[in-house]
């Protein structure tokens, strides 16, 4: 069943603002990931955060995780138009081969 | 490197028709695996193989099949097409080393 559930579903902001979109998961994980989709796009990866890892930085963007709450965050600072697609959390669990994905958030940023 | 392949990029097929979705990946990754993407919904899990020779079930197995028969290949086999089957199907490949999943650009099939 899937795991991760991000929040919120969409979120609509202006060139140069921040983006916050959290995601909670129900199980023990080895890791947390976040991706991007483009419109009509395959996945890319984004960025890995372990369990035992409590923030982590790529660029322009910032991933907390707090397995206590079963959640994590990811933060892309001074967003731009092109950031705009769907963002991903999918969770590694203990005994798991394949990743586990939420619903997603539809990122809209607009010039 | 060309990553995660597949073909075809779309397919439409009839109520009972049979097809296979190619997944081919030229990274020497052990772990493959099967989603399918709906409207509203995340990537669920169809199928997954540890390797050549190892498949096992996901999340929404039913109506699907898969072989590994080589670490590059890890064909999809609809056995008989349901209207229920239209979706965005990727493949996906990844690195033991590092965890990171990569994914292929989908192949987009409808079922009529």
């Known amino acids: 069943s899937q795991q991760g559930e991000e929040d919120p579903q969409a979120l609509s902001i202006q060139e140069g603002e921040n983006a916050t979109m959290n995601c909670s998961y129900k199980t023990s994980i080895n890791n947390l990931q976040w991706y991007r989709q483009n419109s009509g796009r395959g996945l890319v990866h984004l960025i890995l955060?372990?369990?035992?890892?409590r923030e982590k930085h790529s660029g322009r963007l910032r991933v907390t995780l707090d397995t206590s709450k079963k959640s994590s965050s990811l933060l892309i600072t001074a967003s731009r138009a092109a950031d705009t697609a769907s963002y991903f959390c999918a969770t590694d669990e203990d005994s798991g081969y394949a990743l586990n994905f939420g619903k997603g958030t539809s990122l809209l940023v607009t010039p | 490197n060309a990553g995660v392949t597949q073909t075809p990029k779309f397919q439409v097929l009839k109520t009972g028709q049979s097809m296979t979705l190619q997944c081919a990946q030229d990274?020497?990754?052990?772990?493959m695996s099967w989603y399918r993407q709906d409207p509203g919904m995340g990537l669920r899990l169809i199928h997954y193989?540890?390797?050549?020779?190892?498949?096992d079930q996901g999340e929404v197995p039913n109506g699907y099949n898969v072989s590994r028969s080589t670490t590059e290949d890890f064909p999809l086999r609809l056995l008989s097409a349901a209207p229920s089957q239209t979706s965005v199907y990727f493949c996906a490949s990844r690195d033991r080393g590092t965890d990171t999943q990569y994914f292929g650009p989908g192949t987009r099939l409808t079922v009529l």
């Open positions: 990274m020497n990754h052990e772990y």
């Open positions: 955060i372990r369990s035992n890892e």
């Open positions: 193989s540890v390797g050549a020779g190892i498949t």
